[in-house]
């Protein structure tokens, strides 16, 4: 069965492309499984608003059909009108060029389910037969407006990592100032102020921006990339640690992921996705209610703020800088005021492009793996961080293609080192 998503304003009567995404599935083999590449993807076309059907493969007994329909390819993957396509960047380029708001006459503008549109130059692959079969179709264009969207918080995941794996306690106080520091960038972008923010004829001056993702109040590429991790790094909420005071200055960060009730609301949205039954060839979509598994790790052992940790805080306190800064539209040149806080949704304003879809699944892993087996908060003082990922939360086209915080929990049991004398 095909999962169906909003067509911004498309006729029942046009034909649209037949699109099939494959998905990591879950420990039960059938219910999404943590995969941020997954997840970047599933949110990418349902922010296009396409129809498109998905299937979930379990790795561990992959069915014939589909070991020979992409032979050797992990999932995340898609077949666009019976064409396999494995790179995921060149998938995301690829939609991006195919799925694009109509061509429009000179210096003419669309309004597609109440955005302005901006017309798209043409090119000499805009006239391959795909496109002219799709140059009809209403998608949404998905790309950021600001080119710092696409580089907010792309080191956070690596910060991320190399504080999980760490199993030195000697290493753990230096990675995580390090992950913090990233974190704290992130939060300062997401709070400084766009330029479209930025009211030029206003006497008073924007210092923190009201944006809700990375690039605006509507979610982009930038933020189905970013969010996916985000989520992964945070932890519950019923955990305190030593980490809780310098999360608590993470604000924008915290609103970011907040915008929903977490964890309830957010898992009640979940979408479970049955595997392909290799002899009947259908989907089953249903939607499933369940709670996070919330176990903590305590660490006996550590004394002080570990050096992984101030590592991968770094990197965050990087991209917190980035969402609270203002992007140029945020700015008001006619403005007596200052505006030094951004309000944007996402990386590049309040609607989500591909700079989103790239880095919120990779930041939700860091989010909740981080908080599972490190007790690591990203400080409720990035509120950069925290404002992107809150209105994440509110976001269909990223909860519905998020794996449940158990199965991230999961996925990483064997990856996530205990800290050892």
């Not at 080119?147 to 290493?171: L, V």
């Not at 933020?223 to 993470?250: E, G, R, S």
């Not at 991209?319 to 403005?335: A, C, F, K, V």
Request: charged share 25%; with cysteine.
């Amino acid at each position: 069965m095909a999962l169906s998503v909003p067509l911004n304003g498309l006729k029942e009567e046009d034909k649209e492309p037949l699109i099939e995404l494959f998905v990591k599935a879950g420990s039960d083999g059938e219910s999404i499984g943590n995969c941020p590449f997954s997840q970047r993807l599933f949110m990418i076309l349902w922010l296009k608003g396409v129809v498109f059907s998905v299937t979930t493969v379990d790795l561990k007994r992959k069915p014939a059909d589909l070991q020979n329909l992409a032979p050797g390819t992990h999932p995340p993957f898609i077949t666009f009108n019976s064409e396999v396509r494995t790179d995921v960047n060149k998938i995301e380029e690829f939609l991006e060029e195919v799925l694009c708001p109509p061509k429009l006459a000179s210096n003419s503008t669309l309004r597609v389910g109440g955005c302005c549109v901006e017309k798209r130059c043409e090119s000499s692959t805009e006239k391959l037969n795909t496109n002219a079969a799709l140059s009809s179709f209403r998608y949404l264009k998905l790309s950021p407006k600001h080119p710092e969207s696409n580089t907010a918080g792309m080191d956070i995941f690596a910060k991320f990592s190399a504080y999980i794996k760490n199993s030195r306690p000697e290493a753990n106080e230096a990675l995580e100032r390090g992950l913090l520091k990233t974190l704290q960038k992130l939060d300062e972008y997401l709070n400084s102020p766009l330029p479209d923010e930025i009211d030029e004829n206003s006497m008073e001056d924007v210092k923190f921006s009201t944006r809700k993702f990375l690039d605006g109040n509507e979610m982009t590429l930038a933020d189905c990339n970013l969010l996916p991790k985000l989520h992964i790094v945070k932890k519950p909420k019923d955990v305190t640690d030593h980490l809780d005071l310098a999360f608590a200055t993470l604000t924008s960060v915290v609103q970011f992921c907040s915008v929903v009730t977490w964890p309830f609301l957010f898992m009640a949205q979940m979408l479970s996705v049955t595997p392909r039954d290799s002899r009947r060839g259908t989907l089953l979509n249903r939607m499933v209610v369940s709670t996070p598994c919330m176990v903590t790790v305590h660490d006996r052992n550590r004394t002080s703020k570990p050096a992984l940790e101030r590592g991968l805080l770094k990197t965050l306190q990087k991209l917190d800088e980035y969402l609270n800064s203002p992007l140029p539209d945020e700015i008001d040149e006619n403005s007596m005021e200052d505006v030094k806080f951004s309000t944007r949704k996402f990386l590049d304003g309040n609607e989500m492009t591909l700079a989103d879809c790239n880095l919120l699944p990779k930041l939700h892993i860091v989010k909740v793996v981080a908080k599972k087996y490190r007790n690591f908060d990203i400080p409720k003082g990035m509120t950069g961080i925290w404002r992107y990922l809150t209105n994440a939360y509110s976001r269909d086209e990223f909860t519905n293609t998020c794996p449940s915080d158990k199965e991230v929990e999961i996925a990483y049991s064997d990856v996530a080192k205990r800290l050892t004398k």
